[in-house]
Each structure stands twice: as C-alpha cells, then as structure tokens.
C-alpha cells in the first residue's frame, strides 16, 4: 500500500473515532452518575466543566509536547501515555463513589470523573492538534482541514446517536464497556500513526514556513481576542444548557441539543465561512434573543417546545458570531497550536464562570441574561466598526436591531422588577434555586408563603393565626395520603401505637403537621437550602406533634444504607414526594428503588408517591412496578380549583393489604387511570428513560395553546 494512502487511513479513522468517543463519553457518564446526585441538572453542568478541563490539559500536553521536542521522539513519549490510559479501563464507576451526604456534590463529581475517566479523556483531546502537527511533518501535501471534517463528523456521530441509539439500546454500564472497548481500538490506532511517524524522515523546514511563523508573531497579541470569543461561546453553551434544564426533563438529549448545535457553529466557523454574516447573524440574534424574553410564559409547563426552540436558536446566533470572529483572526499553520490553547482556555474558562463562580455571586440564573447582553454588545460593536460611512441600511438596520434589544432587556427587567416584590428568601446551591415567594396577599385567609423550585410550587402555609397549622392541597383528608393515614390510624386504632413515617422529601414540611403524639418521622432531604429556607419561614416541622428527624442526602442512598447496616425503617407509611421540577428523577421509579422501599414498609405498609405533570404519563409505570412486586396500586386524584388547590394533585398509593382498596372510603376516592388502564412499563436502573412516558398529544397541545 502507498505510504500516502496509509497515512490517510490510519489518520483519518484515529481522528473521527477519537472525535466519537470525545463526545460521546460525556452524557454516558453524566446520565450514569446523575442518579448519585439526586437527579439535579447542574450534574451536567458539572460534567461539561470537568471534560473541558481534560481537554485544556490534553491540548496543553500536545502543545508542549510539540514545541521543543523531535517527532520521533513525541511518538515513543505519546505510546507511553495510550499505555497507562489503557490501565484506567473500564470506565465504569464504582459503588464506593456513591455520595454519603450532600456536601460538596461539586467536588465529589470532579473527582469521580478524574479518577474514572481523566487520563483517557485527555489522551484523546490530544488527538487533533497531536496529529495536525504530526502531518506537517510527514507529507505537507496532506490538508490538514480535509481530515479534520472527519473528526467534527465523528463527533457529530458521538453526540447524535447517543439519544436515539446507545441509550435506549443499551444498559448505563453496558455502555462504559462498549466504549472502553473502542478506546482500546483508538489507541492500537493512534499508536499506528506514531509508528508512522517514527518509519518517516523529518522534512526540513520551508522558505514559506518560515514566513509563517515571523507573521505569526505579529499576530500574537490576539490570544486575548481568542481567549474572548471563546469564553463567551462556552458561557452561552452553558447558561443557555442551565437555562433549558431547569424547567423541564433531565434528559439527556436537552444536553446534547445545545451541545451539538455549538459544535455546529464551530464546524460552519472553520469550514464555511463564506455562510457567515457579521450583520445578519447579529439582527437575527437580537430578534431570537428579545423572543425568547418576551414571548414564553412564566409557567414553566406552558410553552415548553417554544421555550426550548427560542433558548437553542438564541444560543446557536450568538457563538456563531463569537466563533466566526474568532477564526476570522486565526493565525498562520505554525502557530495553530497557541490558537487552539486559546480556544481550550477560553472554554474552560467560560466553564468556571458559569459552574462555579456564577453560583456564588448571583443568587438566581442571572449569567444567562449577562451573556445575552455581552453578546448583544459585542456583536453591535462588530457590527458598526465593520460598515462603510455609505452604508446608509445596514447602519439604520443595525440601530434599529439595537433599539429592539434595548426594548426587550427593559420589558425583562420591568418583568423581573415585578415578581421579584414577592420573593421573600432565595438560595442557590448545586441544586439550582429555591425561592420562599408570598402569594394571595389581597386575600388575608388565603395569604401564604410558598416555596418554589424550577418554577413549580414545593408546598404552602397560611399565614393567618387560625389556618397555620392547616395541611395544604397535597395533604389534605380527602388527598391520597389523607386516605392513607386515615386507614393506617383506624388499624392502629385497637393497638393504641403510634406510626412509623418516613418521606422522601421535605418540601416545608406539610406531611409533620399531620403527626400525632408518639409517631416517629423520617424525612430524607437532598437540598440543605430546602430545610434552611423550612426552618427559617414554615412552623411545620417545629409545631408538629410528632417527633421529626431530618436527613441530609439522596434519599434512596440513606435508605439503601440503612438496609445495609440493618436497621430498616419499618415504616408504617413511607411517602414519596421528591419531584421537583417538571420531571421526576428517574432513579426514584425504578424497579430496584422500589425493592429498597418495599424492604423499609412494614406489614400493611402504604408506599405513598406524589407526582403527576400532563405532560408525562406515569400511569403504565405504576402499572408495571405493582405487577413486579405482585402489589396493589391506586391513584387517588384531587382537582384542581378545590379546597384551594390552584393545581391536580396526584397520589399512587401501593401496599399489600388487598383490604385497604375494598373499604368503602377508600373505593369511592380512587380514580381512574388517566390512559386506557392496559398499558405495563418497567423502569430499571440501567434502562430508565423519560421519553417511554411522555404523553405527546398533551404536550402537543400545550405549544398549540
């Protein structure tokens, strides 16, 4: 075979396949470890923050590793290192890592994916500028361009069929193999290209090469320019990614979405350039900008499709014009290496803003507003520089784009201005924001505090005198778990013994006010912010007649915990209530999950779970977990508009006590299935996806309305 046709195989396949397994190892190990961390969409953030470290430190190695040292010498140190990441398989995390508590999530993420996947991940982030490098020296006739299309292909494929293919084909664990076996392929590839490396001669260096690199010093002071562009195009990626998650699904197709379309505008900024208008892609950033501000209501479960459109298509404007502005200054082929430094630094830069400075300066999401801004300014400063004095439409479109971004930041701000008169205390930690707002404050019997996260209600108290220690909407008698309580008392009722409570959830503690002299309360709660922000406005927990403790961390965890050290809960009703948002964790619906609550009930225990949104149907899930454990299940509906209810609550009530549903009370409450009644699902850890209970027709209609 051809020296010149070997070279182009084996670098074309290393380059698409590292490009594949680049891309696609970040949501295998996000969705993987996001059970860990209680579901929360920040795990993500987290994940997309530590990957863009390990690329920093791999184009780092490759740029060091490129300067000073010969070619040969660079192949026999880089199979050194494919032979210790090689040791780092299998990627699979361990149990061990599972979290013990709630503190630092943060580091405990950062250091779980550097133990199970740093160095195999930096090795492969070394790839692109190792191999352009490695080009330049083996045949100059070689394009490197042409073979990088390959690599952005790659890791198209990596991300695309991720959603589609390996998740709902493939187990969470199965698939950390599957992709610890193709990097054993990348590396026998990559060590290919460095044997090639090491079997040609050096050419020497070119009269044109030369030229190359004295313009590339002249050019040197733009690394901060590049830096720039770069950092605003990570931030955007992810505050517009935060911005997208916390109103809905944590899944993982809503990560890999705006990730996709990033890479996207990288690949159109280095490939197509041509497409590439300074002033029409600013006007039509404006415009999607102002829409997504001003045309998406504030329920979070309205306008769900629009909402997710206006974020992406926002996003995808604003860091084509960052990424188009940055190649437009990229610098002679010699000095590519400093250039994509600057593109890695920048990334990982806009990474530590977004992940962890922003949550410690900004009580709510306010980065995703700043880079709306930073990108309007930026891109009218481009803009009007760019124009020629006799550009008389381009400069009237140009103000009149202004004009319009002016107007739609001073409709958000009044808007802001407005809801932020109710807000009484807010906190923001790794679990996004939780908020204590006033409501119905015209209506002094009706007048409460309600404690808010994503956008949906996590429990209320009146605060008049005389309805304080009222249960509210969710816990009321005639509610699911009013019922249940109501049987399990009336059992109890012959033996005088006190029950045995434990919730999954805290919420402002609604289910201690209905505590009695004697019970004994569990509550396990992932958000220290949910029980200071209970502590400081809500009296349930302190007022209730029952003796009430309070656990920090991933509720299933403690509990799978405790069966471990022998102390189940006996629990005589264990609720369920940990849905915030408008998704619910999927690790809580899964068939081992319930086995762990089934081995805290008691005989005739009441498992009691609390969720239900139109857009999710979770009816065939129900149906599916009571016939696995041979339980019977009962949803129990209360409407909206009643007992001043402003929503549907929902109850599924499973227990195995085949009397509970027979008593007259209990028959007359129970609803229908919202769907045909007939339909069975199984969620289990390894295969658990929101999309097999996404009722389509209600969400449908949601964005028609």
């Not at 199979?79 to 943060?106: E, F, M, Q, R, V």
């Not at 499709?305 to 206006?310: D, P, Q």
């Not at 801004?373 to 930026?378: F, K, Y």
């Amino acid at each position: 075979m051809p020296a010149a046709l070997l070279t182009k195989i084996m670098f074309s396949a290393t380059l698409g396949l590292a490009g594949f397994l680049l891309f696609q190892v970040q949501p295998v190990l996000a969705k993987f470890i996001l059970p860990w961390f209680g579901g929360s969409a920040t795990t993500w953030t987290v994940c997309m923050l530590f990957f863009q470290l390990a690329l920093l430190a791999g184009y780092g190695y490759a740029y060091a590793l490129t300067a000073p040292i010969r070619p040969r010498t660079q192949a026999l140190l880089h199979i050194g290192l494919l032979g210790l990441a090689l040791l780092a398989l299998p990627i699979t995390p361990s149990d061990a890592y599972k979290p013990d508590n709630a503190d630092n999530p943060l580091g405990r993420i950062m250091a779980l994916l550097t133990v199970c996947v740093g160095l195999p991940y930096a090795v492969l982030s070394t790839t692109s500028p190792l191999l352009q490098r490695w080009l330049a020296q083996i045949d100059r006739s070689l394009l490197a361009s042409r073979f990088f299309a390959v690599s952005n292909l790659g890791s198209f494929l990596g991300l695309l069929s991720y959603p589609f293919i390996f998740e709902p084909l493939l187990s969470s664990p199965e698939q950390t193999i599957w992709w610890s076996r193709l990097f054993v392929v990348f590396a026998l590839l990559m060590a290919g290209c460095a044997a090639i490396v090491l079997m040609r001669a050096n050419p020497p260096v070119t009269i044109a090469e030369m030229a190359d690199t004295s313009a590339a010093s002249a050019t040197g002071d733009r690394f901060w320019l590049w830096l720039a562009y770069s950092g605003l195009g990570s931030v955007l990626l992810i505050a517009t990614t935060n911005q997208m998650t916390q109103w809905t699904a944590v899944i993982p197709f809503l990560w890999i979405l705006p990730l996709s379309l990033y890479l996207a505008t990288f690949i159109i900024a280095f490939g197509y350039q041509h497409l590439y208008h300074r002033l029409g892609f600013f006007i039509a950033f404006v415009l999607l900008a102002v829409a997504s501000i001003t045309l998406v209501p504030a329920d979070p479960g309205e306008g769900l499709l629009l909402r997710l459109a206006l974020n992406a298509a926002t996003m995808t404007a604003g860091c084509m014009i960052c990424h188009a502005e940055m190649v437009r200054l990229q610098p002679p082929a010699t000095r590519l290496p400093r250039f994509y430094m600057a593109i890695s630094l920048g990334g990982a830069l806009g990474g530590i803003a977004v992940a962890l400075i922003a949550p410690l300066i900004f009580s709510d999401y306010w980065e995703y507003p700043l880079a709306l801004i930073a990108t309007t300014v930026t891109g009218a400063a481009l803009s009007w520089r760019s124009l020629e004095p006799s550009a008389r439409r381009q400069r009237l479109a140009l103000i009149t784009s202004c004009a319009v971004a002016i107007a739609g930041a001073g409709y958000a701000l009044s808007q802001t201005a407005h809801s932020e008169r109710d807000v009484v205390d807010r906190i923001r930690n790794f679990y996004g924001v939780v908020k204590v707002i006033r409501e119905h404050q015209d209506e002094p019997e009706r007048f409460s505090l309600t404690m808010v996260q994503a956008g949906v209600p996590q429990g209320s108290q009146y605060q008049s005198p005389a309805r304080r220690d009222e249960p509210y909407c969710a816990f009321l008698p005639g509610s699911g778990v009013g019922h249940a309580l109501a049987a399990l008392r009336a059992r109890s009722a012959a033996s005088k013994m006190p029950l045995r409570i434990g919730s999954v959830g805290l919420g402002v503690g609604v289910l201690a006010a209905l505590g009695q002299p004697g019970d004994d309360m569990r509550v396990y709660e992932l958000n220290p912010a949910v029980t200071d922000l209970t502590n400081r406005h809500f009296s349930f927990v302190r007022d209730s007649q029952a003796k009430v403790h309070v656990f920090h961390g991933d509720g299933r965890i403690l509990l799978e915990r405790e069966l471990a050290a022998g102390t189940p809960g006996n629990f005589d009703l264990l609720v369920v209530d940990a849905f915030r948002g408008a998704s619910p964790p999927l690790h809580l619906m899964t068939k081992e999950a319930f086995d762990i609550y089934l081995r805290h009930l008691a005989p005739g225990g009441i498992l009691a779970i609390n969720f239900e949104i139109d857009v999710f149907g979770l009816a065939p899930l129900h149906r599916g977990l009571s016939k696995e454990f041979s339980l019977n299940v009962g949803w129990f509906e209360t409407p909206s508009a009643s007992d001043d209810c402003d929503d549907t609550v929902s109850w599924a009530l499973y227990t195995r006590d085949a009397a509970l549903f027979a008593a007259p009370e209990i028959k007359s409450a129970l609803s229908p299935w919202r769907d045909d009644g007939k339909s069975t699902l199984l969620w289990t850890d390894a295969n658990a996806n929101l999309l097999s209970i996404v009722n389509w027709d209600n969400l449908i209609g949601r964005v028609a309305e």
